[in-house]
C-alpha cells in the first residue's frame, strides 16, 4: 500500500499537468470522461501508452480499450493502492498515473499516424522502440535492391589487352585474394563473414544448427533494415545489441559450424522469418523485448518483430 504523501504528490503534480512541458515530453491530464472498457480515442491511446510505460500493458497501442488494456488497469489499480479496483479510469486512476509515468504524444501521435508498429517503455530510448510500417520497409528495400544493381550496370570493361597485362604485373598472392573475395556470397568480404561467424558462435554456441542460422539470419536481417546501421560491424557493435559483444566473447575463435551457419543464412535461409530481434526467455528481463511481437521459439531463442 502507498503512503498517502505519495498520493498526495499526485495530487500535487496533476494540478500543474495541464500546462507543464518537459523537454519533448507533453504531460496531458486526459479529458475528464470516465474511461472504461469499449471506449476508444486519444485517452484510451494516452491510458495504454501511460501503462506501457512501467510494463502493466504490454499490447498493442491502437486507442481501444479492450480485455488486455482492462485487466493492465487493474493490476495498476492494485498495486498503488487505489481504493477501487475496478478497470473504470477515473480522476483518481489518471492522477496516479500521471504521477507514475510518462507519456511522450507528439512521438505516439506520429508512429499512429505513420501506421508504424511502436511501443513506449520507460529506460528504453524511443529511437529502439519504433519499427516502419510494411509498405515503408517494402519500398526502403526496394530502394536497396535498386542500388545494388546500379553498380554493377555501370561497371566498364576494359580492354582485354590492358586486363591482361595488368593481371600478369599482379603478384599471385593478390590475384588469389582478388579470386577469394570475389567468390563470397552475397558480396559478403571475408571479414564480414569471419566477424557474422564469431557473432553467432558467441550468440549460440551449442544452439540447434538451425537456432545458429536464425541468429545470422537476424543479423543480415537488421542490415537490410532502415532502423540499423548498414554495415555488418555497424549491426554486430551497435551499443546493447548483443550480449557477445558486452562480454566480449565476440572475441572467441568461432568454429567451423558458425560459419556454415552464417553462409547458409546468406544463401537465404532464414529460419527467424525475417525476425529482427531475440532474446532468452530464461534470463531476459526488459518489459521491451517482451513486449515484442514475437515470430517464433528455436532451442534458447525467442524470435521477435
Given at each position: ?16 499537468t ?40 504490454n ?39 500521471i ?26 530510448p524511443?529511437?529502439?522502440q ?49 579470386a577469394?573475395a ?22 549460440a554456441r ?9 541468429i ?61 530481434y ?8 526488459s ?19
Open positions: 500500500m502507498k503512503s498517502k504523501g505519495s498520493i498526495m504528490a499526485c495530487l500535487i503534480l496533476f494540478s500543474f495541464i500546462t507543464t512541458f518537459i523537454n519533448t515530453e507533453t504531460i496531458s491530464a486526459f479529458s475528464n470522461q470516465v474511461i472504461q472498457r469499449g471506449a476508444t480515442g486519444d485517452d484510451v491511446v494516452e491510458l495504454q501508452a501511460r501503462l506501457q510505460y512501467n510494463g502493466y500493458y499490447g498493442k497501442i491502437d486507442g481501444v480499450y479492450g480485455w488486455g488494456t482492462y485487466w493492465a488497469v487493474r493490476n495498476f489499480q492494485d498495486q498503488f493502492g487505489l481504493k477501487e479496483v475496478d478497470g473504470l479510469v477515473g480522476a483518481k486512476t489518471k492522477q496516479t498515473l504521477c507514475k509515468s510518462k507519456y511522450y504524444r507528439e512521438y505516439v501521435m506520429e508512429q499512429l499516424n505513420k501506421g508504424n508498429t511502436f511501443t513506449h517503455y520507460g529506460k528504453i524511443l529511437k529502439y519504433t519499427k516502419p510500417s510494411k509498405a515503408a520497409t517494402q519500398k526502403a528495400r526496394q530502394q536497396a535492391e535498386a542500388r545494388q544493381k546500379q553498380p554493377a550496370e555501370k561497371t566498364t570493361q576494359q580492354p582485354k589487352a590492358n586486363a591482361n597485362k595488368q593481371q600478369n604485373n599482379t603478384p599471385a598472392k593478390a590475384r588469389k585474394q582478388d577469394v570475389a567468390n563470397m556470397p552475397g558480396g559478403f568480404s571475408n571479414n564480414d563473414i569471419r566477424l557474422l561467424a564469431q557473432a553467432v558462435y558467441g550468440e551449442g544452439e540447434p544448427y538451425e537456432g545458429q542460422v536464425a545470422a539470419a537476424v543479423i543480415l536481417n537488421r542490415l537490410n533494415s532502415p532502423l540499423f546501421p548498414n554495415s555488418v560491424a555497424g549491426v554486430i557493435f551497435e551499443p546493447l545489441a548483443f550480449t557477445a559483444v558486452a562480454d566480449g566473447q565476440i572475441y572467441m575463435q568461432p568454429n567451423e559450424t558458425a560459419r556454415e551457419a552464417v553462409l547458409d543464412a546468406i544463401n537465404g535461409w532464414d529460419p527467424s522469418e525475417e525476425a529482427l531475440y532474446f532468452n526467455p530464461d534470463t531476459a528481463t518489459p521491451w523485448i517482451w513486449g515484442r511481437p514475437q515470430i517464433k521459439r528455436i532451442g534458447k531463442h525467442i524470435f521477435c518483430e
